[in-house]
């Protein structure tokens, strides 16, 4: 083993079932996009299915196709679509399309005459996030649009959604004022005769931290992964969730330098006194964020050790001081840390951005090690 990701499934299941005893009657959709935040889409997939959630949520289409290839027949919604993206397939494959404005109502009309089956639509309301969705002032011609393909038999409109800008920050003005733009524009929908199934707008902060906000539906990405999205409230524990991911690499060498020895591109740190040096075989391409470089937290020989000089493509270097270490050993970088681990969390704050981002951007060299529920 040079660099593994190692999946604790029955976290990913356990983390589901934590988050669906929180929100009552509303439905729990695991959102599996970017291949499960890193985690490997497919048997995360089955890991939160397993602990209830009845719905999935990608990104794009490919994610939701190669779901139905690898056997889900749930409720799979699919949202962000580009004109002349596969609308026929996901139709065929009985996904759920988000439809934001009129050109991708009238692509999925389209490809629902095609295919000659209903297409079932969730239509997405700007709020206020200022990125995808109708913004109120198109809302009620999209709303009428839909309802008029809903007439001609080309769709079922099942649901009414959308998206927070600022759930992680508790208090914010923006978060209420969402809320009720979605009201106002839900109760128009309503009104001109949309009968939605579910009615969604919360992804793991609302999920967490805001129970008014679950409405039918709440959708969960990074909790179910184990991670808080609202650190400086609390960690994974105290909302009753579990880290999934530990990534671990055995170190490719270890060796004696003397005080005043470069090390890495840049000579960006040298060893203040003789020292011993771990080469962790793990670098940028691998996702280590290159920001990284002096500042990332690495369990080795028993400790918590910091990088020394820069990360590159392949590699890296661990100060161990006079630690011994041989190569072969094991380094953790991050893991769920009961162990005295860092976690993706230390990670994020050490370079100044968020766990979403740590887990998510492991590279396809980093084999995925599944363990658990829904392990193959
Ligand atoms: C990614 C995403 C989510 C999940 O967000 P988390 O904060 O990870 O729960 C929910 N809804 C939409 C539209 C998303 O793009």
Known sequence: ?????????????????????RVGSAAVMSVVKSNAYGHGMVPCARAARAGGATWLGTAVVEEALALRAAGDTGRVLTWLWAPGDAFEDAVRADVDISVSGAWALREVVAA??????????????????????????DWPALVDAALKAEADGSVEVVG??????????????????????????????????????????ANSPATLLLPDTHFDLVRVGLAGYGLSPVPEVGGPADFGLRP????????????????????SYGHAWIAPRDTNLALIPTGYADGIPRHASNVGPVQVAGRRRTIAGRVAM????????????????????????????PTAEDWAVAIGTISYEIVTRIGARVPRVHTGTGAS
């Not at 190692?6 to 990913?12: G, K, N, P, T, W």
């Not at 209903?118 to 913004?135: E, F, I, M, S, Y």
């Not at 920050?169 to 005769?193: C, K, N, T, W, Y």
């Open 314 to 341: 392949d590699q890296f270097v661990v100060d161990l001081g006079d630690d011994e270490a041989s190569a072969g050993d094991e380094a953790i970088l991050f893991g769920p840390g009961d162990r005295g681990e």
């Open 160 to 201: 009414l959604w959308s998206h927070f800008a600022c759930a992680d920050e508790p208090g914010h003005p923006s978060v209420p004022a969402q809320l009720d733009e979605f009201v106002a524009m839900l109760a128009h929908a309503e009104g001109r005769g949309v009968t939605p199934e579910v009615r969604h707008m």
């Open 112 to 137: 629902a005459r095609a295919a000659e089956r209903p297409a079932r639509v969730h239509l997405k309301a700007d709020t206020g996030l200022g990125r995808n969705g109708c913004t109120p002032a």
């Open 244 to 263: 999934a991911m530990t990534l671990a690499a055995n170190l490719a060498g270890v060796k004696r330098v003397p005080a005043g020895h470069g090390v």
């Open 1 to 21: 083993m040079r660099a593994e990701a190692r999946i604790d499934l029955d976290a990913i299941r356990d983390n589901i079932a934590a988050i669906r005893a």
